[in-house]
């Protein structure tokens, strides 16, 4: 009675096992001869697919050839009781992980006859375990992990750890956790009741400050976590630990910048629509408001309603919001309707996702500075408007020094070829006066014959007077040879006048020529030296014209250096003016009471001083310009302009078109 029921309650306790587990029973060779639902439906068999086959269909290949696998069954087979977690292979390849006992049946007389193996499913225990330890040594890879008892005594510490605070793994176990803090907050309320709420379970997570050795400063971004038993006690602290000390420093780095940059410069804060979240008070002192004034309010308060309007001022916005920065000087409109000027950065600050979320403007007032630049330049173009008038002027007396220069030698020839004339009248009258000595010559040898001629009449006529009346006609003949001998000696004598009269003009010549030959000599060189002179007064007005000129380029170039200190304003005009110097007339057309064929249109010149595509600025009398005109510039096509604005010395001309 007994015995049957013990075998009752052996059976009942079988069936409770079927009921809950898996069971398979195999022969000793290790093939199946019968298996439980339970196992059947864990392995996704059907009994007729697994009876008669051996255990190894439920394990991998390379296992079941191997040596283990061999001693296993062998163990079973001496009836030695075998437990364990074990990896099968279900119907498919289906990876299994089981929690099992091979038991081996004995007969009355203790030897194995069968194998019969309980099982649990733990395949999903064991990937969740694999899990959390495939995490745990993700974090020991990546990050610092230091294990504390509930009294803060070190455990143990992985390399990270270690190497963050330059300790060995013997220098910290054992030691207490205060060693990583400095004394002052080990002995505060503070880090007992730190310590105090992890051995109650509590969760700790933050930066904190610790103490590596030598006590160097490390900042941690730290989790101490406090462990649970079954229970649901804490019996240890195991901390997670990442050092951020570089991402500190450079966190307080930056900070400090952005709080160099708020004490020195203006800082106002904009969402992405533009409407003003925060500023600083450099900034309300700049523009003149109290926060209250303009928090809320939308940007475009500080700028002309002109501007706000316009589709540049959308364009500034949309870029801000696509994350594109701006800086250049800006005028801004203060309370009051004050203008500033303001030399500022628009800086879109971007989230973690790389969008921008707001703007931070940084800015300096330079107002002061645009007012001296304001006077730079109108300085610089009064300079440039008398530099101009100089180079006009030096530019005439360079014209007229060179025609004083061509005319001087022009005289400078003519005196030379009066010197040569008189040259040449001067050996004319000394070959006059060697003429004249000549002629005295044969005057004096025709008076000679005269004379002779006359003695022989005298003689012929003595002798016809002893004659008698024979010599009568031949007293005749002597007459008349003696009065013609008489005439010719009186004609050479007046001759003799005349030629010595000569001689005294023609010595009175040659005396004057002489002195006009002096006078020439003098004025040669006089006329000389002028135009040395003036050639070179030529060379210096010229040199003295190209300084000019050059001056009054440097000029311009200083303005507009000027002019490049306001690049990237807004409100600029779209189309760049450059500096210049150019000569230029302006053409006044006739007025209309001149009629047809009247006067012939005035001309004024005039210097561009700066030009752009749609106009440009002239240096002239303003009052003397007409509203239209014509523009006549070196090396460009007639203009027609527009003035647009008329000062004294300088007007100001719109190009209308074509």
């Known amino acids: 009675m007994f015995a049957a029921a013990k075998h009752a309650r052996a059976a009942a306790k079988l069936n409770a096992i079927e009921r809950s587990q898996a069971t398979i029973a195999f022969a000793l060779d290790g093939t199946v001869t019968e298996a439980n639902p339970n196992f059947l439906a864990l392995m996704g068999y059907r009994l007729e697919e697994v009876r ?27 009836g030695e009781f075998q437990s364990a977690e074990y990896k099968r292979l279900a119907k498919g390849g289906r990876e299994v992980w089981i929690r099992a006992t091979y038991n081996p049946v004995l007969d009355t007389r203790g030897r194995t006859i069968q194998i019969i193996k309980f099982a649990l499913d733990i395949t999903a225990e064991k990937r969740a375990s694999t899990e959390a330890a495939g995490q745990i040594a993700a974090i020991h890879r990546s990050q610092a992990v230091i294990h504390f008892d509930l009294d803060g005594t070190v455990e143990d ?53 610790r103490l590596g050795k030598g006590g160097r400063e490390v900042w941690i971004q730290a989790s101490y976590n406090p462990i649970l038993d079954a229970s649901g006690r804490p019996i240890k602290v195991v901390k997670y630990a990442t050092d951020i000390t570089a991402a500190k420093l450079a966190a307080a780095d930056m900070a400090g910048q ?11 804060q904009f969402d992405m629509d533009g409407v003003i979240q925060d500023a600083n008070a450099n900034f309300l002192d700049a523009l003149g408001y109290e926060l209250d004034e303009i928090k809320g309010q939308h940007h475009r308060m500080f ?24 800086s250049a000087v800006y005028p801004r409109i203060g309370k009051g309707g004050r203008v500033v000027w303001i030399q500022a950065t628009y800086n879109p600050v971007l989230d973690l996702g790389g969008r921008p979320f707001k703007v931070v403007k940084f800015a300096t007032d330079v107002t002061r ?44 020839e003519a005196v030379g070829e009066i010197q040569e004339r008189v040259a040449g009248a001067g050996a004319a009258t000394e070959k006059l006066g060697q003429a004249a000595q000549a002629m005295n010559g044969v005057v004096d040898a025709i008076t000679s014959i005269a004379e002779k001629i006359n003695l022989l009449a005298l003689n012929a006529t003595i002798e016809a007077a002893r004659a008698g009346a024979a010599g009568r006609g031949f007293a005749v003949v002597a007459a008349e040879v003696k009065n013609l001998a008489g005439q010719a000696q009186a004609a050479t004598t007046r001759i003799s006048g005349e030629i010595a009269a000569m001689q005294s003009v023609s010595r009175e010549v040659g005396a004057a020529l002489v002195s006009i030959r002096g006078a020439v000599d003098a004025v040669q060189g006089f006329v000389a030296q002028t135009a040395a002179a003036s050639e070179q007064q030529r060379a210096t007005t010229g040199e003295v014209s190209t300084n000019v000129q050059t001056t009054a380029t440097g000029v311009a170039g200083i303005a507009r250096n000027l002019d490049e200190w306001l690049v990237g304003v807004e409100e600029r005009r779209s189309d760049e003016r450059i500096r210049t110097s150019i000569p230029a007339t302006i053409e006044v057309p006739p007025r209309a009471g001149d009629g047809p064929g009247g006067a012939e249109p005035t001309r004024l010149p005039c210097i561009i001083i700066n030009i752009s595509e749609s106009g440009a600025k002239l240096s002239v009398d303003g009052k003397s310009v007409p509203e239209i005109f014509l523009l006549h510039a070196q090396g460009g096509p007639p203009r027609t302009c527009r003035v647009m604005r008329r000062q004294a010395d300088e007007v100001g001309v719109r190009f209308e078109a074509a």
């Open 369 to 412: 500075s645009m007012a001296v630049r304001a006077r730079a330049i109108a300085a610089a173009e009064q300079t440039l408007n008398r530099v101009q008038a100089v180079a006009s002027a030096s530019e005439e007396m360079h014209t007229t020094s060179a025609a004083i220069a061509r005319q001087m030698m022009q005289s400078q």
């Open 258 to 268: 952005v709080q160099a940059a708020g004490r020195s410069q203006a800082v106002i």
């Open 157 to 209: 510490a992985n390399s990270h750890f270690l190497e963050a605070l330059g300790y060995e793994i013997h220098e910290v176990r054992g030691r207490p956790h205060r060693m990583f803090v400095d004394e002052d907050h080990a002995a505060s309320p503070e880090y007992r009741a730190f310590w105090e709420a992890l051995a109650g379970g509590a969760y700790r997570s933050g930066e904190f400050k």
């Open 303 to 326: 700028v002309t309603q002109a501007y706000a309007a316009s589709a540049a001022y959308a364009a500034f916005w949309t870029d801000l919001r696509a994350g594109k920065y701006s």
């Open 52 to 78: 008669g086959r051996h255990h190894r269909l439920f394990v991998d290949p390379a296992e079941a050839e191997g040596d283990a696998y061999k001693a296993f069954w062998d163990s079973l087979r001496r």
